[in-house]
């Protein structure tokens, strides 16, 4: 059974710093892309950070630039997505997604709100 659980969400202030976990089973993970997502109330989920399988090459949206870090632990089977510098508008559900090819799963999402 494939499942991609995402953790360590929460409530946060501003300018401060989390770092969710996705955790995968079910599938030979070392072989599969993975992406951090988002989607706020009201707006349509984005990507945030990707990271190739041996995790030599990652890519950011242009809103995290220097403040997220994506990397990932294949011994492990996860992903983690770091961030700082929190601002309000990073408040959103945050889902893990793996990709191979056609192949695509995603987790159930974790919560993530900055606010004071």
């Known amino acids: 059974q494939v499942q991609l659980v995402e953790s360590g969400g929460g409530l946060v202030q501003p300018g401060g710093s989390l770092r969710l976990s996705c955790a995968a089973s079910g599938f030979t993970f070392s072989s599969y892309a993975m992406n951090w997502y988002r989607q706020a109330p009201g707006k349509e989920r984005e990507l945030v950070a990707a990271i190739t399988r041996a995790g030599g090459i990652t890519n950011y949206a242009d809103s995290v630039k220097g403040r997220f870090t994506i990397s990932r632990d294949n011994a492990k089977n996860t992903v983690y997505l770091q961030m700082n510098s929190l601002k309000p508008e990073d408040t959103a559900v945050y889902y893990c997604?793996?990709?191979?090819?056609?192949?695509?799963?995603w987790g159930q999402g974790t919560q993530v709100t900055v606010s004071s």
């Open positions: 997604k793996a990709r191979d090819r056609g192949v695509v799963y």
